[in-house]
């Protein structure tokens, strides 16, 4: 059974910075591509990020000078570096695995529970 656990969200000051962690258990991150999106409340859960099987990256073009993914495949962990947010980066943060993955959230199979990002003053 894969399971996909999200943490590290809460409050950030604009400018600031913060570390999304997501632990997938039930699969390897060899075999697995793992992403990040984002949904603020009202809208359409948005792409972020996403690192395939073979350790390539990708990104969205509004993130890709402020966010970078990484992972630790022994640990089954993946992570997402934010830097530099505003508040239209606020929302709630989800990961997710898929065997392919893509650049839209229906192209994931599993998902987190969602971790969620404030940035205010």
């Known amino acids: 059974q894969v399971q996909v656990v999200e943490s590290g969200g809460g409050l950030v000051q604009p400018g600031g910075s913060l570390r999304l962690s997501c632990v997938v258990s039930?699969?390897?991150?060899?075999?697995?591509?793992t992403g990040w999106f984002r949904q603020a409340p009202g809208k359409e859960r948005e792409w972020l990020t996403y690192?395939?099987?073979?350790?390539?990256?990708y990104y969205e073009e509004s993130v890709k000078r402020r966010f970078a993914i990484s992972s630790d495949n022994v640990k089954n962990t993946v992570y997402l570096q934010m830097n530099d947010l505003s508040p239209e980066d606020a929302g709630t943060y989800y990961c997710a695995a898929d065997r392919l993955g893509g650049t839209h959230y229906l192209a994931f199979q599993f998902w987190g529970q969602g971790t969620l990002v404030t940035v205010s003053a």
């Open positions: 039930g699969v390897s991150l060899d075999v697995y591509t």
């Open positions: 690192t395939a099987n073979d350790g390539t990256t």
